[in-house]
């Protein structure tokens, strides 16, 4: 095989560091995949060479799996997550061949992918987002690694990621880090601009500019759901016209960005009005008349439809957005690399050191971020107010905390600032509904002490500076109420609720009937910003969802294979899709007639 231009700086790699390379790598989109590779393949044929790698959210493509999801994701999967080529040392840990002078850590993972992979569980960083640069910093790596977009003939950006590598830089230029810089240019990268986000031609001791250009990686899109969209319109009336916004990744980020839309259209006080969950005092309502300004560490494609349609316009020296990374969708990308140059000036990508703290600079920090309100998603909530956003009851790490905790901490150190933790009040799995609202979890992300706002489907509990017995009422309230009866039981045992309290009738109806009841007129849409998905696989996915739910249910899964016998020939490009018109032995007739009854019965 030939040597290219990335082997070459492989090697060059191994002779700058005299064998022991540490290697500190970028979370997420701007791992410079070619030249990561070849170093990987490098180090893994020379023994006598050490690579270690300290990084963050190795991206991957899902797991296809076998059956239902194979079907599905196997002949889309470059249209729904790009041709993104496999990260080598991810394949290799996976697969059990990651040789021993090979090692890598990460402080945040890509969620539920490392869950059972011992290696990847045992070399977990705990670090809050803004704590990570000084895990990197103690730990003076040798090399750098970065993927950067072209600007002119003397810069390069950052574009994705100058989170971390902003402040690494800087360290650099200082004299504090002594460390090779190595990046590869990919150009369909959108070219963020602004100080923190450009590099100097010359900083660059090892560039690749005649690479592949590889697709970006591609996240795709969830439904959104009535859990979502009830989500998102609570969410919605806690939001300050001329305050500040912070919002995640997901459903129910993409929820609450479509419901403060609906909002500022005048469409969401009609859909409000008719909720049939308990009301609470918060009723912000009404257009975005001063407009939003965003302080976030992922600069995520609700925030980006904010932006376009006017409602983040308040502006902090002339910039509407902060934030210190992206990754998301294709057409995220395409719309940041179809700005003008206006609006790229209006956007400012920065070190997660501005945007997840108030530490330097901290007066104008303060008087930039006024009625912030950040929101972020949780696991589970216990009815004291803890939270669990990245860890298990048995201690396997999901994800990571990544900035969460900055956030709160943040909701709690400015003047009318509040935290807000969404989450759906149960999941199903194997076809058994748990609640996320428990009475105790054993791995708390935050601490009950910061407890403050939290939202389900059924409504907004107010925690912040409550009583205990208010607190666990309030969460009891906003629960499903198949659970009520036993979080309070719990809560009773515990002395946090008196002896005769009961459930009022008001709260029994938090159901998901109720839930559907209340939406399903609202005609909301499943993909407010749009998909990679076609019409038929759209029809699909809440019939799989249904399948999900349901695998290892054994009586669940036959009532689906009974309704699926009296379907006939309903949804032939459903059944042709998933190449199940005519399926061949017992085990896919079985999975055919499942789909069926899951088609039928999801409408």
């Known amino acids: 095989m030939a040597e290219t231009t990335a082997d070459r700086i492989a090697a060059e790699i191994i002779e700058r560091t005299g064998g022991d390379i540490r290697l500190a790598l970028p979370l997420g989109l701007g791992k410079p995949v070619t030249l990561l590779n070849a170093?990987?393949?490098?180090?893994?044929?020379?023994?006598?060479?050490?690579?270690?790698?300290?990084?963050?959210?190795?991206?991957?493509?899902?797991?296809?799996?076998?059956?239902m999801a194979r079907r599905l994701l196997e002949p889309a999967a470059d249209r729904l997550f790009g041709?993104?080529?496999?990260?080598?040392?991810?394949?290799?840990?996976r697969d059990g061949t990651l040789p021993d002078n090979i090692e890598v850590s990460e402080f945040f993972m890509q969620a539920g992918r490392w869950l059972s992979q011992p290696v990847a569980q045992r070399r977990y960083i705990a670090a809050n987002y803004t704590h990570a640069l000084d895990v990197l910093r103690r730990w003076r790596p040798n090399v750098m690694m970065q993927l950067l977009a072209p600007v002119d003939g003397d810069h390069f950006s950052l574009s994705c990621n100058t989170d971390i590598s902003a402040d690494l830089l800087d360290d650099r230029r200082a004299g504090r880090q002594d460390f090779v810089l190595a990046a590869e240019v990919n150009d369909t990268l959108p070219a963020m601009t602004g100080p923190q986000a450009l590099v100097d031609r010359g900083e660059v001791q090892m560039l690749m500019d005649d690479g592949p250009q590889f697709e970006l990686f591609s996240v795709v899109k969830r439904p959104v759901g009535?859990?979502?969209?009830?989500?998102?319109?609570?969410?919605?009336?806690?939001?300050?016209?001329?305050?500040?916004l912070q919002i995640g990744i997901g459903a129910i980020g993409d929820a609450v960005a479509h419901a403060l839309m609906l909002r500022h259209a005048g469409k969401a006080l009609d859909i409000q009005r008719n909720s049939p969950f308990a009301q609470d005092g918060f009723d912000e309502s009404g257009a975005f008349d001063a407009g939003l300004y965003v302080v976030t560490e992922m600069l995520v494609d609700g925030l980006l439809q904010l932006f376009k349609v006017g409602i983040v316009r308040r502006e902090v020296d002339g910039?509407?957005?902060?934030?210190?990374?992206?990754?998301?969708?294709?057409?995220?990308?395409?719309?940041?690399?179809?700005?003008?140059?206006?609006?790229?000036?209006?956007?400012?990508?920065?070190?997660?050191?501005?945007?997840?703290?108030?530490?330097?600079d901290e007066d104008a920090k303060r008087a930039a971020r006024t009625d912030a309100r950040f929101v972020?998603?949780?696991?589970?909530?216990?009815?004291?107010?803890?939270?669990?956003?990245?860890?298990?009851?048995?201690?396997?790490?999901?994800?990571?905390?990544?900035?969460?905790?900055?956030?709160?901490?943040?909701?709690?150190?400015?003047?009318?600032?509040?935290?807000?933790?969404?989450?759906?009040?149960?999941?199903?799995?194997?076809?058994?509904?748990?609640?996320?609202?428990?009475?105790?979890?054993?791995?708390?992300?935050?601490?009950?002490?910061?407890?403050?706002?939290?939202?389900?489907?059924?409504?907004?509990?107010?925690?912040?500076?409550?009583?205990?017995?208010?607190?666990?009422?309030?969460?009891?309230?906003?629960?499903?109420?198949?659970?009520?009866?036993?979080?309070?039981?719990?809560?009773?045992?515990?002395?946090?609720?008196?002896?005769?309290?009961t459930v009022p009738d008001g709260w029994r109806c938090n159901t998901p009937r109720q839930l559907t009841g209340w939406l399903e007129p609202a005609g909301l849409p499943n993909f407010p910003f749009g998909t990679d998905f076609d019409d038929v696989e759209q029809r699909l996915l809440p019939a799989l969802d249904l399948l999900s739910q349901t695998q290892g249910n054994r009586a669940a899964m036959i009532r689906l294979v009974l309704e699926g016998l009296r379907a006939g020939d309903a949804d032939r490009a459903c059944m042709d899709r998933m190449a199940l018109t005519a399926p061949r032995g017992v085990r896919n007739r079985l999975e055919a007639l499942a789909l069926k009854g899951a088609l039928r019965q999801v409408g």
């Open 39 to 67: 170093l990987t393949r490098a180090v893994a044929a020379r023994p006598d060479v050490r690579l270690s790698i300290l990084t963050a959210l190795t991206l991957e493509r899902p797991d296809m799996g076998q059956g």
């Open 83 to 93: 041709k993104y080529p496999q990260i080598e040392y991810a394949r290799m840990m």
């Open 226 to 244: 009535a859990v979502e969209h009830a989500i998102g319109l609570h969410v919605s009336r806690l939001i300050r016209d001329g305050g500040t």
């Open 319 to 360: 910039v509407a957005i902060h934030a210190g990374f992206f990754v998301d969708c294709r057409a995220f990308y395409q719309a940041l690399r179809g700005l003008t140059e206006a609006e790229h000036a209006r956007i400012r990508m920065m070190p997660v050191s501005f945007t997840n703290q108030l530490y330097g």
């Open 376 to 501: 972020n998603a949780a696991m589970k909530v216990t009815l004291m107010g803890g939270v669990t956003s990245d860890i298990t009851s048995s201690g396997q790490v999901v994800s990571g905390i990544g900035g969460q905790f900055n956030f709160i901490e943040q909701a709690f150190a400015l003047d009318g600032a509040r935290s807000i933790i969404t989450l759906p009040a149960t999941r199903t799995k194997a076809g058994q509904t748990t609640s996320n609202i428990v009475w105790s979890h054993p791995h708390e992300s935050v601490p009950r002490a910061y407890r403050d706002i939290v939202v389900t489907e059924y409504g907004i509990a107010d925690l912040r500076g409550m009583r205990d017995e208010v607190a666990v009422a309030r969460m009891v309230r906003i629960a499903d109420s198949r659970f009520q009866d036993d979080l309070v039981a719990q809560a009773k045992a515990a002395g946090k609720l008196a002896a005769d309290f």
